[in-house]
């Protein structure tokens, strides 16, 4: 995906979540990732540590993971409505 396709995409993503902006969108993505992954005990979030160490990012629970992180972004900005 090339440049303007990725920023298009984001933005796009961010609007289906409810976030007016990407930055927003994005300053809240990473420590979702974190505080989720360690609520359900966990040390760290596998997707980031995968992410520093260069590693594949092909896999299912790679998938799993954002998924939870974009279901809690959305229900997040839903609450945030009421």
């Known amino acids: 995906m090339d440049s303007t396709a990725f920023a298009r995409h984001q933005a796009e993503t961010a609007a289906d979540l409810g976030y007016a ?3 927003a969108m994005n300053a809240e993505h990473d420590p979702l990732h974190e505080t989720l992954c360690r609520a ?3 040390p760290c979030s596998p ?5 520093r160490a260069g ?23 839903e609450w945030r409505k009421q």
Not at 47 to 51: E, G, Q, R, S
Not at 55 to 76: G, I, K, P, T
Request: glycine content about 2%; charged content about 30%; hydrophobic content about 50%.
């Open 21 to 23: 902006t990407v930055d």
């Open 47 to 51: 997707t980031l540590a995968a992410v």
């Open 55 to 77: 590693d594949d990012l092909d896999r299912d629970w790679v998938r799993c993971e954002e998924s939870m992180v974009l279901a809690a972004q959305r229900f997040l900005n």
């Open 40 to 42: 359900l005990g966990l």
